[in-house]
């Protein structure tokens, strides 16, 4: 079935780094785009950033341009999430997400891991 599966997250000081990881199975990794999205408490959902299929385009939230670069190995089926100048407004449950309809962004959230915590505090 399918699954993906977040890790790396963690307790980062402000400004610090986190790389986090999705690990793919159940699925073609290599045909599909795949999100990054995150949940704070009393938040909505926020796409934070998505990869399209190939690894040729990405697309960024506003807010994490600049500092937030995802990745992917389709050969490893993972897909990643580089944190840099992170902040205490990067708090949260973040998760990837796939919708194993769409190749390009941006993709629904039709199937997502447990998510791996992220906080930010000094």
């Known amino acids: 079935q399918v699954q993906l599966v977040e890790s790396g997250g963690g307790l980062v000081q402000p400004g610090g780094s986190l790389r986090l990881s999705c690990a793919a199975s159940g699925f073609t990794l290599d045909d599909y785009a795949i999100v990054w999205f995150r949940q704070a408490p009393w938040k909505a959902r926020e796409g934070v950033a998505c990869?399209?299929?190939?690894?040729?385009?990405?697309v960024y939230e506003d807010s994490v341009k600049g500092r937030f670069t995802i990745s992917r190995d389709n050969a490893k089926n993972m897909v990643y999430l580089q944190m840099n100048a992170l902040n205490p407004e990067d708090a949260a449950v973040y998760y990837c997400?796939?919708?194993?309809?769409?190749?390009?962004?941006?993709?629904?959230?039709?199937?997502w891991g447990q998510g791996t915590q992220v906080t930010v505090s000094s």
């Open positions: 990869i399209s299929s190939t690894g040729g385009s990405a």
């Open positions: 997400a796939a919708d194993l309809i769409r190749s390009n962004c941006p993709v629904g959230y039709d199937y």
